[in-house]
């Protein structure tokens, strides 16, 4: 199971939010391309980005930030999430040596996008569901849809997407501990990989997803609990290694 380190890019600095809310931040770093070398440095496989700012406008807001990283640790794959839209946009991520581009409310307001991107780019396309009680939310999770998360899930599955990212917006960034449990039940209702997200905060956590990592849980984004020291990062990317 992979461990992944979360960057959230807000104005070009590091930030990291509570439940998705831009007014409720901390800045972590000034210089994410610094912070991502620290992660590798430490043992990371793969590195999650996330444009906050091109979330909330529907567009690339820290392109330039997000280059920079590529550009700096050109072996470490990188996939990135928030405002990706269109097509342009992913062809250029793409192009800029970006390995998986994720794509959320795109995916849920306009279905068929992912099924021609997850064409025209295989391999390449992840989806992101963000859900609170099971239905997914959208629009920097402003809004809950009346989408079940499973059966989007079964159709993106269906579309050819690489892996899902499941996040209990619930506990994202709260510090509360993941949603095994949920997490569990939508990695088994497919045969794609599921990425978990939202919640994680010590070791525990880790311990508890890897019991469940053969139900098709492949890996673990982790965002505040690095940053402010209740996890060990590399002792967790360890761990989480031994869960095949």
């Not at 997000?66 to 928030?82: F, K, L, N, R, T």
């Not at 040596?97 to 279905?111: C, D, F, M, R, S």
């Not at 088994?188 to 890897?210: C, E, F, Q, W, Y």
């Not at 982790?222 to 095949?244: C, M, N, P, Q």
Request: overall charge negative.
């Amino acid at each position: 199971m992979l461990l992944i380190p979360a960057i959230d890019l807000k104005e070009g600095k590091c930030v990291r939010l509570r439940q998705g809310r831009m007014d409720d931040n901390t800045v972590f770093s000034d210089d994410p391309v610094a912070v991502a070398g620290k992660w590798v440095a430490l043992g990371a496989k793969r590195i999650h980005l996330v444009d906050l700012d091109g979330a909330f406008a529907g567009k690339p807001r820290n392109a330039d930030v997000i280059h920079a990283i590529v550009e700096a640790y050109p072996d470490v794959p990188i996939q990135i999430g928030g405002g990706i839209r269109d097509e342009e946009t992913i062809q250029a991520y793409l192009n800029a040596g970006v390995e998986y581009v994720i794509i959320g409310t795109k995916a849920v307001n306009e279905p068929h996008f992912v099924r021609d991107m997850a064409l025209e780019y295989p391999r390449h396309i992840i989806v992101g569901l963000d859900a609170k009680d099971g239905k997914v939310a959208i629009d920097g999770w402003s809004k809950l849809s009346k989408h079940d998360v499973i059966d989007m899930a079964q159709h993106f599955e269906e579309d050819g997407v690489e892996a899902i990212i499941y996040t209990d917006i619930s506990r994202d960034g709260m510090m509360s501990g993941v949603n095994v449990d949920a997490t569990a039940k939508l990695a088994r209702a497919i045969r794609i990989p599921v990425i978990a997200s939202g919640g994680i905060t010590n070791m525990d956590d880790i311990k508890a997803l890897g019991a469940v990592a053969g139900d098709g849980i492949m890996g673990a984004i982790t965002g505040r609990a690095i940053y402010e020291g209740t996890l060990d990062f590399e002792a967790a990317e360890k761990l989480a290694e031994s869960f095949l």
